[in-house]
């Protein structure tokens, strides 16, 4: 809805294409990492998680990539279909699930 | 299991005015924190507990209060609104170390 970012990078796929959302965090302490999606209207849900012990990770049809030299997050959908269309954040912590810091988030757009 | 609940779903308050946003859950988890979400921007901690009677601020705690008395319920007190409290608020709720789970929010509007 209108309350989740008014002005936030869109990202604009085919439905079909894969699609790739990318994330910059500041905190070279932070050594765990979440991406969650919101939904107009809704709460975010959680979608995956990475460790810094770790450089890639994959649930169904998502995959996580970490490069902590740069300090850079990525969440790869495969396959994206009308229903991921919503805003998705990433979100880091120092330690798993402690005072999360959120990213602004990007709108993706999934093209019928 | 209704998960983590949230009321109310809206509200509009006048300058001053003070209330109380309720958050209960029934998954017996022991950290429970609040967010504030603004246009354009993502979540902010404005204050977390990680157990009953133990509670402690996160990065924008000022204008509120909260308490924890007992597990289930974790409220989120505005002293005296304020318009920069225009916002949409989020409870949520996580067993220790593992995901969190959030609310369907509480969208304020204050005047």
């Known amino acids: 809805g209108e309350s989740v970012g008014l002005h936030l990078p869109t990202l604009s796929v085919q439905e079909g294409d894969n699609s790739i959302i990318n994330c910059a965090y500041s905190?070279?302490?932070?050594?765990?990492f979440i991406w969650y999606k919101q939904e107009s209207g809704k709460g975010p849900q959680f979608i995956i998680d990475?460790?810094?012990?770790?450089d890639k990770r994959q649930g169904q049809r998502v995959t996580v990539l970490l490069n902590k030299t740069v300090k850079h997050l990525s969440l790869q959908i495969a396959a994206t279909q009308p229903g991921d269309s919503a805003v998705y954040f990433c979100?880091?912590?120092?330690?798993?699930?402690?005072?999360?810091?959120f990213g602004g988030g990007t709108r993706l757009m999934v093209k019928p | 299991n209704a998960g983590v609940t949230q009321t109310p779903k809206f509200q509009v308050l006048k300058t001053g005015q003070s209330m109380t946003l309720q958050c209960a859950q029934d998954?017996?988890?022991?950290?429970m924190s609040w967010y504030r979400q603004d246009p354009g921007m993502g979540l902010r901690l404005i204050h977390y507990?990680?157990?009953?009677?133990?509670?402690d601020q996160g990065e924008v705690p000022n204008g509120y209060n909260v308490s924890r008395s007992t597990t289930e319920d974790f409220p989120l007190r505005l002293l005296s609104a304020a318009p920069s409290q225009t916002s949409v608020y989020f409870c949520?709720?996580?067993?220790?170390?593992?995901?969190?789970?959030f609310g369907p929010g509480t969208r304020l509007t204050v005047l």
């Open positions: 998954m017996n988890h022991e950290y």
């Open positions: 979100a880091e912590s120092q330690g798993a699930g402690n005072m999360l810091t």
């Open positions: 507990s990680v157990g009953a009677g133990i509670t």
């Open positions: 990475i460790r810094s012990n770790m």
């Open positions: 949520a709720t996580r067993k220790w170390g593992n995901e969190q789970f």
């Open positions: 905190n070279s302490a932070s050594d765990y």
